[in-house]
């Protein structure tokens, strides 16, 4: 999952950058109002945490910008501001949930965890398929009630497979939703995860459509 920082102050940024990297994210950092905006011409978030009080452009008017532009990619708004009349604003504008500074890394992380569960239409943190479970919260993987030993990477690889399952996911997506700017991809890296996923999952689980992505086969496909 990919997450789009829009936050001015150095120290919460790094101590969000550094957190939620921790949390397998893949995350992006802007610190204006004017960097949100190109960076939010890419239609690649799967969340924005947008702060109020930004240089250049306001919290606000971006938020109201995206939503003027049908863009439903979920925003937590992350701001100093703690009057009501604030947060009402905040929500009216478009937010999908208000968090006031200063808060605790846990809530923050519990809050992105359910706006992206809402947004994929979940009530449940954890994801089941075919036996298979991944639950983001606490960061397990199990198959048939056996814990799986992954990598962050290969965490992240499964969970854009299972987000819903079933669903084509291309290699350039995956890659979206792995790094962040800045981060060298080399040109195998996906196929590599996909090769240690199967050998842990199975050799059918994880099937390749030609030329389009891959995708976790259903009980009765075979594997590509």
């Known amino acids: 999952m990919r997450i789009l920082l829009i936050e001015d102050d150095p120290m919460i940024g790094e101590s969000l950058e550094e957190g939620l990297r921790a949390e397998n994210y893949a995350l992006d950092w802007v610190r204006t109002g004017g960097e949100a905006q190109l960076a939010l011409r890419q239609d690649i978030y799967d969340l924005v945490l947008l702060d109020l009080g930004l240089p250049e452009r306001s919290g606000l008017e971006i938020l109201r910008e995206l939503r003027a532009g049908k863009r439903d990619v979920p925003v937590l708004i992350v701001s100093a ?19 006031v500074k200063p808060f605790g890394l846990d809530e923050l992380y519990a809050r992105v965890r359910a706006l992206l569960r809402r947004r994929s239409g979940r009530s449940s943190s954890a994801i089941v398929f075919r036996g298979l ?29 299972l987000d819903p399952p079933g669903h ?10 792995l790094y962040g700017w800045n981060e060298e991809v080399e040109s195998n ?30 009980a009765d496909e075979d594997a590509a």
């Not at 084509?168 to 939703?177: G, T």
């Open 168 to 177: 084509i996911v291309s290699r350039a997506q995956l890659e979206e939703k």
């Open 81 to 99: 501001r703690d009057a009501l009349p604030d947060r009402v604003l905040g929500l009216d504008a478009g937010a999908d949930d208000y968090l």
């Open 189 to 218: 890296t996906v196929d590599v995860f996909i090769h240690h996923l199967r050998r842990k999952l199975g050799s059918d689980f994880i099937k390749n459509v030609r030329g389009v992505g891959y995708k976790l086969a259903e």
């Open 133 to 161: 479970l991944l639950d983001p919260a606490r960061h397990v993987v199990s198959l048939d009630g056996r814990t799986l030993d992954l990598t962050a990477r290969q965490f992240a690889v499964l969970h854009a497979l």
